[in-house]
């Protein structure tokens, strides 16, 4: 599984036309996904990415000042020429020393024994009039298995994002996502919350700072679990983007 992930890679790598290489570094007090928060502290997360016409791919990575939270993760994507229609897979590994599952073996593929997942991605957005962002995900391949180990649930994460305020550099944005498994095997649960649900719902504010001759991203994220009965806020800032 690792090879043809790479085999893919390579391949969309090598095909673009007009390659450019894009990079950029985020500081925040947390980072958080799908109705979870993964790690809490100073978070850094960065990426690298070389882009086409229609294809791109590259590195995330992300961590924390205390070495309690390591992550580092591949993806390969497509997008439509307008970027209405993507598609993403991402191959996720996140190691951290605490990590209740194999965090040793980063080249195990093997789905039984690995601690990475392969997280296929769809988002589509109806128009420019009307930019509703309606979003598809699950994990097709890797540690989202039931509790006996002998197969994997396909848990799915399901959204809808829309940005109903933008004025000059201020954006607010909503969304809410729900989480289910494809497989429950006889189980509640799924890989991102005790059952299925709501397991966010999202206010996501971003703005650009002026200081001096400079313009800094930040961005503050209020984020509810109605599933597993949470609530997180976020703050961040972009370090540098090109």
Same mark, same amino acid.
């Given at each position: 599984?690792?090879?043809?992930?790479?085999?893919?890679?390579?391949?969309?790598?090598?095909?673009?036309?007009?390659?450019?290489?894009?990079?950029?570094?985020?500081?925040?007090?947390?980072?958080?996904?799908?109705?979870?928060?993964?790690?809490?502290?100073? $978070?850094?997360?960065?990426?690298?990415? &070389?882009?086409?016409?229609?294809?791109?791919?590259?590195?995330?990575?992300?961590?924390?000042?205390?070495?309690?939270?390591?992550?580092?993760?591949?993806?390969?994507?497509?997008?439509?020429? =307008?970027?209405? &229609?993507r598609?993403?897979?991402?191959?996720?590994?996140?190691?951290?020393?605490?990590?209740?599952?194999?965090?040793?073996?980063?080249?195990?593929?093997?789905?039984?024994?690995?601690?990475?997942?392969?997280?296929?991605?769809?988002?589509?957005?109806?128009?420019?009039?009307?930019?509703?962002?309606?979003?598809?995900?699950?994990?097709v391949?890797?540690?989202?298995?039931?509790?006996?180990?002998?197969?994997?649930?396909?848990?799915?994460?399901?959204?809808?994002?829309?940005?109903?305020?933008r004025?000059?550099?201020?954006?607010v944005?909503?969304?809410?996502?729900?989480?289910?498994? &494809?497989?429950?095997?006889?189980?509640?649960?799924?890989?991102?919350?005790?059952?299925?649900g709501?397991?966010?719902?999202?206010?996501?504010?971003?703005?650009?700072?002026?200081?001096?001759?400079?313009?800094?991203? $930040?961005?503050?994220?209020?984020?509810?679990?109605?599933?597993? =009965?949470?609530?997180?806020? =976020?703050?961040?800032?972009?370090?540098?983007?090109?």
């Amino acid at each position: 599984m690792g090879r043809l992930f790479l085999i893919l890679f390579v391949s969309i790598a090598s095909s673009v036309e007009a390659q450019n290489l894009h990079s950029a570094l985020q500081l925040r007090n947390s980072h958080l996904w799908r109705g979870l928060e993964v790690a809490t502290g100073i $978070i850094y997360t960065g990426n690298v990415e &070389l882009s086409g016409a229609n294809f791109y791919g590259g590195f995330w990575g992300g961590g924390d000042a205390t070495g309690d939270y390591t992550e580092f993760n591949h993806y390969v994507g497509f997008h439509s020429v =307008q970027s209405r &229609l993507r598609f993403e897979l991402w191959d996720i590994y996140n190691f951290s020393p605490g990590a209740n599952y194999n965090n040793r073996e980063y080249f195990n593929y093997t789905a039984s024994e690995t601690g990475r997942f392969w997280d296929f991605r769809s988002f589509y957005v109806l128009s420019n009039q009307f930019p509703l962002e309606v979003s598809w995900n699950a994990i097709v391949f890797g540690r989202d298995r039931n509790t006996d180990n002998t197969g994997n649930k396909y848990s799915y994460f399901a959204s809808l994002a829309y940005p109903f305020l933008r004025k000059d550099d201020l954006v607010v944005s909503g969304r809410i996502g729900y989480v289910d498994a &494809l497989r429950t095997m006889g189980e509640r649960h799924n890989f991102f919350a005790s059952r299925s649900g709501l397991s966010e719902v999202s206010l996501i504010i971003s703005k650009q700072v002026p200081i001096g001759s400079w313009r800094i991203p $930040i961005g503050v994220w209020a984020m509810w679990n109605t599933v597993d =009965q949470n609530a997180f806020l =976020q703050f961040s800032v972009n370090v540098f983007s090109f």
